[in-house]
């Protein structure tokens, strides 16, 4: 498949949002991490209460201020400025991540450069050359209840991130439960990648070139069912 | 007892060369930045404190509070979870130059292990880091069928963070997000120096109220209308 195809196929950033929110329940608390997975909030499903945790100490943040009503006490981990919604509360470091490690939240979502079969992640440093900085990440993906990540299936040039082995330095070790990606839906369950749903335009054999760990297919396979006008 | 400061310069007068000083805020949020500057101009005058190992989730950004540290060349170690910012120019440089040791620590182990280091826990275990170089030579152990990375706890010399209200007796309130690692950092140093915005008698803010006891605080000074670092930096402010 070429490039060119593979970029007219693959879902916008925007969907791989929309399709990850509809799998959050009524009533969760999430950690969404900073960049693409930030995303999902904006697609919430009419109906249902979530509450938003950030590291820097928030439970219960909303969306950005306007321009100009910014406080920048009141920021989420990403550094941005956020308002706050009925029955929100602050706390230190300490706490916050006492509700990360002590399995308080009901899912995390992250990005991710590379995602092994065994559902290693690597998602913090592509090297050993530049400054490292690693954040909350390694924390957060050994504590949530279910470690989700939201990605494109490629790299820009068409390499897969879903491999046998991680060679991009880990941040965490057999924490991955579901993978969203620009192609696919994709859980990890007895160190393998099990398909999921994928996109109509796409055969099985498609994707697996685009994959490089085996992909099964275990029960039933759906297409993906995303809005086009997002 | 808590010693009330007169003056920015005497609260910070005790740090010295070669101690670890924790500094409170994440990112611009809880920044002292009054107290960090006192110390800049401290050391442009004297020389010193220098070889200061600086602990803060982050490790600067623009031109000032702990990037002007930096850029001053106060600063031989940092240790953070994330030195990265909108400017980190102050940072990188010295650390690409190798002239600025970087100890790079999960930001959830980092919280926890000042939080260990002001509770009396010598070293706890972590599921954070097994298994990814951050675990490297350090000793590991399985708790329940799943692996765990023993971590040290983190002991300051010196505290300097903001607080919204202290009162006499040394008890805090925070503004909203800016409470984050400063709680943690007063009960971790030997010396806790706060700057509050509000500095009211004994028995002002209600018991209920603290969030901060100040058994944690060693000294306050009052700094009515602190500057805010992301706006500091957004108007590419400069401290030297």
């Known amino acids: 498949m070429t490039l060119e195809t593979l970029s007219q196929l693959k879902l916008s950033n925007a969907q791989i949002a929309w399709r990850a929110a509809q799998d959050i329940l009524d009533g969760s608390y999430v950690n969404l991490g900073i960049g693409l997975p930030e995303l999902i909030a904006q697609f919430q499903p009419e109906g249902r209460k979530i509450t938003y945790h950030t590291e820097n100490g928030v439970l219960g943040f909303g969306e950005a201020p306007d321009s100009g009503d910014e406080d920048w006490d009141l920021i989420n981990a990403g550094k941005k400025p956020i308002t706050l919604n009925p029955g929100a509360s602050f706390f230190h470091h300490a706490d916050s991540f006492a509700m990360v490690r002590g399995g308080h939240l009901d899912l995390a979502v992250l990005g991710a450069y590379q995602i092994a079969e065994n559902g290693d992640l690597a998602n913090w440093r592509v090297g050993q050359n530049g400054v490292p900085a690693v954040g909350g990440a390694m924390d957060l993906v050994h504590g949530a209840k279910r470690v989700a990540v939201m990605t494109d299936h490629t790299t820009k040039d068409g390499k897969p991130k879903l491999l046998k082995a991680c060679t991009f330095p880990l941040t965490g070790v057999n924490c991955v439960d579901r993978i969203y990606t620009s192609l696919a839906v994709i859980d990890v369950q007895g160190e393998k990648f099990i398909l999921r749903e994928k996109h109509k335009d796409l055969s099985i054999s498609d994707l697996q070139s685009l994959t490089e760990a085996e992909l099964h297919v275990v029960g039933t396979l759906e297409n993906f069912d995303v809005p086009e006008d997002i | ?240």
């Open chain 2, 1 to 240: 007892m808590v010693e009330i400061y007169k003056s920015l310069a005497d609260s910070v007068s005790k740090i010295q060369d070669g101690e670890v000083l924790m500094i409170g805020g994440f990112g611009g949020s809880g920044s002292p930045i009054e107290l960090i500057h006192a110390l800049i101009d401290r050391f442009s005058a004297t020389g010193s404190p220098s070889r200061l190992t600086v602990v803060n989730n982050n490790a600067g950004n623009g031109y000032v509070g702990i990037a002007a540290m930096i850029r001053a060349g106060m600063v031989a170690k940092m240790i953070c979870s994330f030195p990265r910012s909108s400017n980190a120019k102050a940072f990188n440089e010295k650390y690409l130059a190798h002239e600025i040791e970087l100890e790079l620590v999960p930001q959830g182990t980092l919280a926890e292990r000042i939080r260990a280091g002001g509770a009396g826990i010598p070293a706890f275990y972590t599921p954070a880091g097994y298994g990814t170089e951050i675990a490297d030579g350090k000793p590991t152990e399985s708790f329940n069928g799943k692996m765990h990375v023993r971590e040290l706890a983190l002991i300051g010399d010196h505290a300097i963070v903001k607080a919204d209200v202290g009162d006499t007796s040394g008890n805090l309130t925070f503004r909203m997000a800016a409470r984050n690692f400063s709680p943690l950092m007063c009960m971790a140093s030997k010396n806790s120096i706060v700057q509050v915005r509000h500095l009211v008698s004994s028995g002002q803010i209600k018991p209920a109220n603290v969030m901060t006891p100040g058994i944690f605080v060693s000294g306050l000074i009052e700094v009515p209308n602190p500057e805010q670092e992301e706006l500091l930096v957004r108007k590419e402010a400069v401290h030297q």
